[in-house]
């Protein structure tokens, strides 16, 4: 049988996940990889830290080579080609060398598109001073390093994963940075609470946040870019990083006359093929089910991305014994200095969007048994759908641990679990690295409580003066820091002081972290009072960072 001609489109995640794939699965397939820029099968995921120097030696990013690709998996890499146009009716692509400009067709029986997705570049005035820069690949890193070799006042716009490790590594380079945001908080894939938290770890380590603001224009002078800022302030930097988001590159399939989804990606099926069937397509390109509620999602993640191409490679070659690609959660996690923080599944902020009803908990701990030495908080937030109990999306951030917890979770809504299943999940344990009770058991129980009825809870101190507002902290740290018209029985004393309340009036308890509260309520309900508990406690409803609550 005559060989298949395999073409692949953009030879970094996707692509170069699918040739390899294809390769092991048919070793007379002739498989040509095409890549615009100079380098192939990068990490690109590892690029700010070789700006920030975390990773000293440049030579780890570059995965593999064209020559590597070559000998290992007999792959025909071109690099500096651009493929301009596809010919479905004919099954050949359009490839133009970018270094002598000539042009060639290559045919195809199968082509897969991984072309990724490119960062947003505003039209905004004075974007296009060259200390203007994006991350997407070696090139942008090699500038962005050398400009920070020089400069020493940097702008990151965008608090974004990427603009919080590039704000990080920059920092961590010893230069001063400044960080514009336009949304109210850093992270919109957490919910605000959750993000403050990472705020905090920011500017405690001295990064300057604006946020809720954003860049209306640069402004280029010989040794200095003014930023001016749509809330009237101007920062001075000597060079920015802009990272507010990535598009998908999908003009080529869509001149193709390939479907494409709401947002501008490749619609796909289980399988990664496109509209086209000879035509597949991965990566940051394409939208694919999302794992929550059955819907269209866009993961700009190095994981699915991997996957994907491995499963279209899967249908080429293995046919019905392929598995499908089941969906995305869009889990991710960043570090930002000593902190950690991610997410998977849907925020409440999407769920309040969607008009889905739901309920939530934060819980409050420590990533191993806390009298273990080096015991650190950590906090959890997960969600649930509100009748079956369904975990649809949690959020972690805490500086140990939070990626356990987030794996553990990711893998508990992918299988449908409750959040009662979460309450007896056995997990390894040892002083060292967790609890008796982790904190996602925590979560299962606080969740259960709830549905069961032991606890009702609000997420905001009430602003109703009717309400009794009971802080069982003890007195001394009570009095450090009072919650405005609260009355202080430290949780030991409220047994013995419940004459001292009014039954006819509703009360609400506050603690440190949301736990001692639950306490409380627990005893003040079974003595007839109608009461509620603060979820996540002082720690998560008056941060510094957000003094108007106080
Ligand atoms: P890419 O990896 O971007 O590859 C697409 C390639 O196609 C590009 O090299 C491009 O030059 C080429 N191309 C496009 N059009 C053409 C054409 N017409 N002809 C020829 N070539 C073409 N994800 C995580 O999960 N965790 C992380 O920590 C993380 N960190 C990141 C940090 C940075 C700085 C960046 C930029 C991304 C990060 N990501 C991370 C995202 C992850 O890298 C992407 O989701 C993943 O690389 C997408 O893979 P892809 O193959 O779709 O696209």
């Known amino acids: 049988m005559k060989p298949l001609q395999i073409l692949v489109i953009g030879g970094v995640a996707a692509g170069a996940s699918f040739a390899a794939r294809a390769r092991r699965l048919d070793e007379s397939a002739h498989i040509t990889v095409i890549e615009r820029g100079p380098d192939v099968s990068f990490a690109n995921c590892g690029l700010p830290y070789h700006i920030g120097g975390e990773i000293p030696n440049r030579d780890v990013l570059a995965v593999q080579t064209p020559a590597t690709l070559k000998s290992l998996l007999n792959l025909d890499v071109r690099t500096r080609c651009e493929a301009i146009s596809i010919d479905r009716v004919g099954k050949r692509v359009l490839v133009r060398n970018l270094q002598n400009e000539q042009s060639e067709w290559l045919s195809y029986d199968k082509l897969m598109l991984a072309p990724g997705a490119a960062p947003v570049v505003p039209p905004l005035p004075g974007i296009e001073d060259p200390r203007i820069f994006t991350l997407r690949n070696l090139v942008d890193m090699d500038r962005i390093a050398a400009a920070s070799e020089v400069g020493m006042r940097a702008v990151v716009v965008g608090g974004g994963f990427i603009g919080l490790e590039m704000a990080e590594q920059l920092h961590h380079k010893g230069l001063s940075v400044q960080l514009v945001q336009s949304n109210p908080h850093v992270l919109v894939q957490l919910d605000s609470k959750m993000a403050i938290l990472l705020e905090d770890e920011l500017v405690h380590n001295g990064i300057k946040l604006y946020l809720g603001d954003q860049i209306t224009h640069f402004e280029g002078k010989d040794t200095v870019l003014h930023c001016h800022l749509a809330s009237g302030g101007t920062l001075d930097a000597d060079f920015v990083v802009m990272s507010i988001g990535v598009r998908p590159e999908t003009s080529l399939g869509r001149d193709a006359d390939l479907q494409l989804g709401e947002r501008g990606h490749f619609v796909v099926n289980d399988f990664m093929q496109t509209s086209d069937p000879d035509i597949y397509a991965a990566g940051d390109a394409v939208e694919t089910v999302d794992l929550v509620d059955g819907g269209k999602m866009a993961a700009a993640l190095g994981g699915p991305a991997n996957r994907q191409g491995r499963v279209a490679a899967d249908h080429i070659f293995m046919g019905k014994r392929a598995r499908p690609y089941p969906g995305s959660l869009g889990t991710a996690i960043v570090r930002v200095f000593d ?180 306490f409380a309520a627990r005893v003040l309900v079974q003595h007839g009072f109608d009461v509620k508990s603060l979820v996540g406690g002082m720690k998560m409803n008056f941060s510094s960072r957000n003094p108007s609550k106080i």
Not at 472 to 488: D, F, L, Q, T
């Open 339 to 518: 902190m950690a923080a991610g997410c998977t599944g849907w925020t409440e902020e999407r769920l309040k969007q969607s008009g889905r009803s739901y309920g939530t908990v934060t819980v409050n701990d420590y990533q191993h048994a806390s009298y273990y030495p080096g015991a650190r908080p950590l906090t959890l937030k997960i969600l649930w759908d509100e009748k079956s109990g369904t975990l649809l999306g949690a959020q972690a951030a805490g500086y140990d641990g939070v990626d356990k917890r987030l794996d553990v979770l990711a893998t508990a809504i992918t299988a449908r679990m409750n959040v009662e299943d979460l309450c007896h999940l056995e997990l390894a344990y040892a002083p060292p690295f967790g609890s008796a009770k982790d904190i996602v058991n925590l979560a299962g129980f606080a969740a259960t409580n709830q549905r069961d009825g032991l606890v009702s809870c609000v997420y905001e101190l009430p602003t109703d003066a009717d309400v009794q507002i009971i802080d069982v902290r003890a007195k001394a740290i009570a009095g450090a820091s009072p919650v405005p018209g609260a009355i202080n029985i430290p949780m030991p004393m409220l047994r013995d002081n419940l004459d001292k309340l009014d039954r006819n009036r509703p009360i609400v308890t506050i603690c440190a972290l949301g736990k001692t509260s639950y």
